[in-house]
């Protein structure tokens, strides 16, 4: 099937502003153009473009993509350079990860705490919740 690039910018939730500046970075080499001069995307371009979002959106630099997309243009002998692209990035999400639910376990305390001073009318809680005192204790490392 072939797609617009609006309609490809409606289905992944991008601008065709996005994918335009894309193209313009060299990160949709393989896009073709119909006779009017309009991108025109078959279903592997989609999926192209829905790896090129999900490596940006988990943080790997454009001019890295744009390295990664040269690399598959090259063929096979590249396929160890890509594959350790890839574990080099999970490695990055994994840390990004455990800093987000750091920052969770820190939100989910607060949380905790200001529904029990809502509960009890005073934010005078360590005392009286020995929960909430070991948490603060283990999320702040003070008493």
């Known amino acids: 099937m072939r797609y ?13 502003h996005t994918i335009r500046y894309y193209d313009k970075e060299g990160l949709l080499p393989f896009i073709r153009k119909g006779s009017s001069g309009a991108r025109v995307f078959e279903e592997d371009d989609v999926d192209w473009l829905i790896i090129v979002e999900c490596l940006k959106r988990t943080g790997m630099p454009l001019k ?4 990664y997309i040269q690399l598959c243009q090259q063929g096979d002998e590249t396929l160890q350079t890509r594959f350790e692209m890839f574990q080099k990035q999970k490695v990055k999400i994994e840390e990004q990860m455990s800093t987000l639910q750091k920052y969770m376990e820190k939100i989910n305390f607060k949380i905790a705490y200001y529904g029990d001073a809502v509960k009890h009318g ?8 020995k ?7 283990r999320l702040f490392g003070h008493k």
């Open 131 to 137: 929960w909430l005192a070991a948490e603060r204790e």
């Open 64 to 67: 890295e993509i744009k390295k």
């Open 122 to 129: 005073t934010d005078d809680i360590y005392t009286r919740n």
């Open 4 to 16: 617009s690039i609006g309609q490809v910018a409606k289905k992944l939730g991008l601008t065709t």
